[in-house]
């Protein structure tokens, strides 16, 4: 049976049937789902599977000896005491940013957002360059910093700086347009009942962005951890001081430690993992809360 439609068009009721809709839309969602499934297991789940097995190739002792190995110990060492260090420093400058961008109109506001996502726009390699063009031996003030015996390139200062460079826009870019959403009422009122500014922001603005902020904070973790190419450039490669992991995976792999290079990755992975979890379980919480 026909049917006409304005303009003099025809169609078949037959397409406009529901059960025939349902079944299409059906048969397209799972097919997105299986094609989503399958590129991630080709992409993700893959590769990640290949970590662990490459890893406990040759059985879990050759495993546990290298994780045990003093320059792997010392990288590990040196990854955690960067993330400890950088991010607590990038999630004040972060809540300080994010403040003062959320809350006030100000001259150069604009500037500020363009140098915090800096960072993301650059590559990594560049940002490494330039400490080393400001600090390094040569550099405009290596020949200050080498009379008073002061060493940042090639040492845990300069790769600190080089961190923080790089993770700095994760902890700002996230409390940014959630202050922005919040506006100032709650503010206004409590500063009117005379509150100071630091009561208000305690006790009103960071209980309503405590979830952002630890997001943030949870991505900032992450890219410490991993981050390899400015590291690579500041850290100079030297064993059991400034390799962090991701250097040290490169090394060992080089030297053909296939054994030792995969189970430094997949404790790296297993980092990542967690704080993959950790995310996953703010994410929920700061739903429900809201």
């Not at 299986?34 to 893959?46: M, P, Q």
């Not at 943030?216 to 490669?237: D, I, P, Q, T």
Request: aromatic share 10%; hydrophobic share 55%; net charge neutral.
């Amino acid at each position: 049976m026909a049917l006409v439609l304005p303009h003099g068009v025809l169609a078949d009721d037959t397409a406009t049937r529901p059960g025939q809709h349902t079944w299409m839309h059906a048969i397209i969602r799972w097919l997105c789902i299986t094609i989503s499934l399958a590129f991630l297991a080709a992409v993700l789940l893959a590769p990640l599977a290949t970590v662990f097995v490459m890893a406990l190739s040759k059985g879990l002792a050759p495993y546990l000896h290298s994780l045990g190995d003093p320059d792997t110990l010392a990288a590990i060492r040196l990854t955690l005491t960067i993330a400890v260090i950088v991010v607590p420093l990038n999630t004040v400058f972060g809540l300080a940013a994010a403040w003062a961008i959320g809350k006030f109109e100000f001259r150069g506001k604009s500037m500020l957002i363009t140098l915090i996502d800096l960072p993301l726009a650059i590559s990594p390699v560049i940002s490494g360059m330039v400490f080393v063009l400001l600090f390094g031996l040569h550099g405009w003030f290596g020949a200050w910093l080498q009379e008073h015996d002061i060493s940042i390139v090639f040492a845990l200062p300069g790769i600190i700086l080089a961190t923080m460079f790089v993770t700095f826009p994760y902890v700002a870019r996230e409390l940014i347009p959630l202050m922005q959403q919040l506006g100032n009422d709650e503010e206004e009122a409590a500063i009117t009942l005379g509150a100071g500014a630091w009561m208000t922001f305690f006790r009103v603005t960071l209980p309503k962005v405590r979830w952002g902020l630890v997001y943030g904070m949870v991505l900032c973790n992450a890219r410490a951890m991993g981050e390899f190419g400015a590291v690579s450039v500041v850290s100079g490669h030297i064993h059991g001081l400034t390799n962090t992991m991701p250097l040290h995976i490169e090394i060992l792999y080089n030297e053909y430690n296939f054994v030792g290079a995969f189970a430094v990755a997949s404790l790296l992975t297993l980092l990542a993992v967690l704080t993959l979890l950790v995310k996953t379980l703010v994410e929920r919480t700061g739903y429900r809360r809201r």
